[in-house]
């Protein structure tokens, strides 16, 4: 599995892509660094870029990803080694490439910036590790929605309408049905739903680090509240982790079933 | 060597193959043949354990496939489509499967030489040519001395040179004792290489034999024609078919 980790890893970091993506970040983290010089306003912006744009990149090349190493995967099939450990291999070599663009393209200028010795290094290491997830959670989602659709344009498609769900639809049929059931006590539906979104999980656990309360929102406060920002982040943590192993064994059962 | 019994596969509603019984058991080079869409290549894969079969059996040096995955360091790919990842070099290729393979090839230097693809190590397989990245894929299924080598269409965008490269490589590894199965479109190439050949139709073998007794049985001289009268539905005639045939011919006058 590592070996197929390895050469996928390097084939993606070499793609024009990944240094798009990353001098994206760069330019992104630089520019705010050096106009705000607010460490603490500047991982609340960048948040909100990663918080969209880490899910719908790692959703498209994952994507991409599978449907143009088909063949390979063929030859790799024909191989004297088991299927699970070809496809793990080549999903942790996405997760990880889009992984190291985002901490070289965010990390690098935060480090320059000299956010080491100051007092919010760990607001900076937050947003990191939810970028990191982030991104293993939506490429392992799509790697497995490809690996399910033969029909590349179907494929993409549902994966792309996943990540709009997680990162559109479900904060409004969420507002809306904390509207329509204001009578009633809704802090552990509020609790329950933000398990469900990946993204809403990254945001609460950002925002509790943080600790600003006016961008807390809803869920954030709630949560803050019931479980304090200890558990809350425990919680958090812990449901971000089984959307990476969720998706993640979905690929290897759709893999081991599947013809080729 | 393969033994493959009463093997079927579907593809959703779509039968490609249903209830292929064959085996290959002596080496030599068996030709594949068949139209588009006939099911070669899912043969191949089935044998390699990439299709999985709805129903039948396929043993390999005499045992059941299903499930295993060691008996594939024994077997030799050369795949249909010669693609590779975009932004690997030729020679982190060769190095990647030598890798999966725990294996040093013994060939590689030579086929290299071979197909003159030195001056190609450092590029990026994205940026080679069709044909150049076939002989990349020959390289890589040659490269060890497997004693079972399958090839889905190893013409596929040859240029003279390397076709003939190709052929004196297939007779090489023929005179070693192994057993090589090869899907084509091109009738020269059988009828020059293969010692018998498989016909596959409509999910069955219509015919598995040598030449001489394909053409004989189709009373053709030439392996185009028998081929021709096969897919325009003649029954052939072994045996007793002369009877049938000199009944046809009389009714024909
Ligand atoms: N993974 C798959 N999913 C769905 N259908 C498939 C799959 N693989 C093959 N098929 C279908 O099975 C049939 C047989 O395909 P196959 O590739 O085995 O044909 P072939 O004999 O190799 O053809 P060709 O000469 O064009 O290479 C085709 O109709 C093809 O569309
Ligand atoms: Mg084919």
Redesign the interface.
């Known amino acids: 599995m590592l070996?197929?980790l390895k050469?996928?890893f390097?084939?993606?970091m070499?793609?024009r892509w990944a240094y798009i993506y990353t001098a994206f970040f760069l330019l992104l983290t630089v520019s705010l660094l050096w106009l705000s010089g607010d460490i603490a306003k500047v991982v609340a912006s960048l948040m909100n870029v990663i918080l969209v744009l880490a899910p719908l990149i790692a959703t498209m090349f994952g994507v991409m990803y599978y449907y143009?190493?088909?063949?390979?995967t063929?030859?790799?099939?024909?191989?004297?080694?088991?299927?699970r450990h070809i496809f793990f291999g080549q999903y942790l070599g996405l997760a990880l490439s889009l992984s190291l663009s985002l901490l070289l393209g965010v990390g690098l200028p935060f480090v320059v910036y000299g956010v080491w010795g100051s007092a919010e290094v760990w607001d900076f290491m937050m947003l990191l590790v939810v970028g990191v997830f982030l991104s293993f959670i939506f490429s392992a989602l799509s790697f497995f929605i490809a690996l399910r659709n033969e029909n590349r344009i179907k494929g993409f498609g549902l994966a792309i309408l996943v990540w709009l769900f997680f990162a559109v639809i479900y904060d409004g049929l969420f507002l809306l049905a904390l509207s329509l059931f204001s009578d009633y006590p809704l802090e552990n539906f509020a609790i329950g739903a933000s398990l469900f979104n990946p993204i809403d999980l990254s945001r609460v656990l950002i925002l509790l680090k943080l600790d600003i309360s006016a961008l807390m929102g809803y869920t954030g406060a709630v949560i803050q509240k019931f479980l304090g920002t200890a558990l809350g982040m425990a919680v958090s943590m812990a449901a971000l982790s089984v959307w990476v192993l969720l998706p993640a064994w979905g690929i290897q059962h759709v893999a081991k079933?599947?013809?080729? | 060597m393969i033994t493959i019994d009463n093997l079927h596969k579907s593809f959703g509603r779509q039968p490609v193959l249903s209830g292929v019984t064959l085996s290959f058991d002596r080496p030599g080079i068996y030709a594949i043949l068949g139209p588009n869409g006939s099911g070669k290549t899912t043969l191949i894969k089935s044998i390699l354990g990439m299709a999985i079969p709805d129903k039948g059996q396929i043993l390999f040096q005499g045992k059941d496939i299903r499930g295993q995955w060691h008996y594939r360091r024994q077997i030799d790919y050369l795949p249909q489509i010669a693609r590779f990842p975009d932004n690997l070099r030729v020679s982190e290729l060769l190095a990647m499967i030598e890798d999966i393979r725990e294996e040093k090839p013994q060939a590689m230097g030579r086929l290299i030489e071979l197909f003159g693809l030195q001056p190609y190590l450092d590029k990026r397989l994205g940026n080679l040519s069709g044909g150049t990245r076939q002989k990349v894929n020959l390289v890589q299924a040659f490269m060890y001395d497997s004693p079972v080598i399958i090839l889905d269409e190893p013409t596929n965008g040859l240029d003279p040179v390397a076709l003939i490269r190709l052929k004196g490589l297939l007779h090489e590894e023929k005179e070693k004792g192994k057993l090589l199965l090869a899907t084509t479109h091109i009738m020269n190439f059988v009828e020059e290489m293969a010692d018998e050949v498989v016909f596959l139709l409509e999910g069955h073998i219509h015919f598995k034999g040598s030449l001489d007794s394909l053409k004989r049985q189709y009373n053709e001289t030439s392996l185009e024609r028998a081929i021709a009268r096969i897919l325009q539905g003649e029954p052939g005639f072994s045996a007793n078919g002369h009877i049938k045939q000199a009944v046809r011919l009389a009714v024909r006058r």
């Open positions: 070996k197929i050469y996928s390097f084939d993606l070499r793609s143009n190493s088909r063949e390979f063929e030859l790799l099939l024909s191989q004297p080694i088991r299927r079933h599947k013809d080729f």
